[in-house]
Each structure stands twice: as structure tokens, then as C-alpha cells.
């Protein structure tokens, strides 16, 4: 049953991973969430904040995957709706 405990937290990483992912392309658009997470890790590193330099890596890692896919701005979606590569927070 260990094992299951192992691969809930894995689970729950790779969905905040996602999330954050999701959360920087929906203030930032693609640009500026890719320069947003490469931040973090920078000033995560700096602080020898490892696990944390970790997570935005990873975060980093899926913009980068993003910006270099055939994906368009009309295949981006969450559950509240599409999300624009080029969308700036409104208000």
C-alpha cells in the first residue's frame, strides 16, 4: 500500500504543476509565463531552494514543450474555457 501513497503524491505534483502551468499562461500569456517560470527557478536556485527550483523547472519545462508544439491558441483549454497563448488579465 506504500506504493499507492507514492503515486497519490505524484499525482497531486504533476497537477499543480499543471495547474500553475495553466494559472501563469492565464495572467502572463505564453511569453510571459515562459519568462515568469525561468524567475522562479533562477531565485529559487539562489536561495537553495531545491525541491521549489524543482517544481518550477518542471513548470518551465512545459511551457518550453508548449511554445516548441504544433499546439495553437485554439487548442489550449481548462474547465472554466480556452485559454489564449496571448491573453492578458482582464481588469
Not at 495553466?22 to 537553495?48: K, Q
Amino acid at each position: 500500500m506504500a506504493g499507492s501513497g507514492i503515486k497519490q503524491a505524484r499525482d497531486l505534483e504533476i497537477m499543480d504543476t499543471d495547474a500553475m502551468t495553466v494559472a501563469l499562461l492565464r495572467e502572463y500569456g505564453l511569453p510571459g509565463a515562459r519568462e515568469r517560470a525561468r524567475h522562479h527557478v533562477g531565485r529559487c536556485v539562489e536561495a537553495g531552494l531545491v525541491d521549489d527550483a524543482a517544481f518550477w523547472m518542471r513548470v518551465s519545462n512545459q511551457l518550453e514543450n508548449l511554445a516548441s508544439s504544433d499546439y495553437g491558441p485554439g487548442n489550449l483549454f481548462t474547465p472554466s474555457g480556452q485559454i489564449s497563448p496571448t491573453a492578458t488579465r482582464l481588469g
